[in-house]
T-cell receptor, first 116, second 114 residues
Framework: AQSVTQLGSHVSVSEGALVLLRCNYSSSVPPYLFWYVQYPNQGLQLLLK??????LVKGINGFEAEFKKSETSFHLTKPSAHMSDAAEYFC??????????????FGTGTLLAVQP | DTAVSQTPKYLVTQMGNDKSIKCEQN?????MYWYKQDSKKFLKIMFSYNNKELIINETVPNRFSPKSPDKAHLNLHINSLELGDSAVYFC????FGTGQETQYFGPGTRLLVL
């Protein structure tokens, strides 16, 4: 079965510090992995995705993530946090094969706070 | 120029009422979804339609009935609303494929059942 675990429901960093949001996955099929961001009272926006090409994926707003099969991880990083990065971040994995292919299984989210 | 739009944005209603949420996408996608986000921000898929055909139907009470009149629209009707239905409902759309496709989300409908 497909699942995603996000370690740390709340992460707080100082402006300019490294951002590291953790995501581990479990998948019975080759995984496709996604990071979405949700700003307060808004919908979800795709940051980046891994679809079995390059293991280091670059996304929008300076974020990147590295797929590590041996660690079943897909952690999200940004070298220098900005106040505007404060939001909820969700990791997701595709649902599987067949009819489940196109559904996303989400983690429980990580709320990122950025301190001035 | 909104890609995925939902109406209404907010919905406050009494227990036992029936309500509908509408979703429209102008991205030319053939697949649309309903997700529910609970008070702890947990997101879970409810339904998905591909070319007006239901392809995903998770374990959802049959008080919830989706309807897709065409590829660009997906509505959600909820009968006999209960307190536990209070949540944010997100519509999304994508191309149908291998699971690599990006899903584009609407702004959400915040439902509060009193």
């Amino acid at each position: 079965a497909q699942s995603v675990t996000q370690l740390g429901s709340h992460v707080s960093v100082s402006e300019g510090a490294l951002v590291l949001l953790r995501c581990n996955y479990s998948s019975s099929v080759p995984p496709y992995l996604f990071w979405y961001v949700q700003y307060p009272n808004q919908g979800l926006q795709l940051l980046l995705k891994y679809t079995s090409a390059a293991t280091l994926v670059k996304g929008i707003n300076g974020f990147e993530a590295e797929f590590k099969k041996s660690e079943t991880s897909f952690h999200l990083t940004k070298p220098s946090a900005h106040m505007s990065d404060a939001a909820e971040y969700f990791c997701a994995v595709r649902g599987g094969y067949g009819g489940a292919t196109n559904k996303l299984i989400f983690g429980t989210g990580t709320l990122l706070a950025v301190q001035p | 120029d909104t890609a995925v739009s939902q109406t209404p944005k907010y919905l406050v209603t009494q227990m036992g009422n029936d309500k509908s949420i509408k979703c429209e996408q102008n991205l030319g996608h053939d697949t649309m979804y309903w997700y529910k986000q609970d008070s702890k921000k947990f997101l879970k898929i409810m339904f998905s339609y591909n070319n007006k055909e239901l392809i995903i139907n998770e374990t959802v009470p049959n008080r919830f009935s989706p309807k897709s009149p065409d590829k660009a629209h997906l509505n959600l009707h909820i009968n006999s609303l209960e307190l536990g239905d209070s949540a944010v409902y997100f519509c999304a759309s994508s191309h149908f494929g291998t699971g690599q496709e990006t899903q584009y989300f609407g702004p959400g409908t915040r439902l509060l059942v009193l």
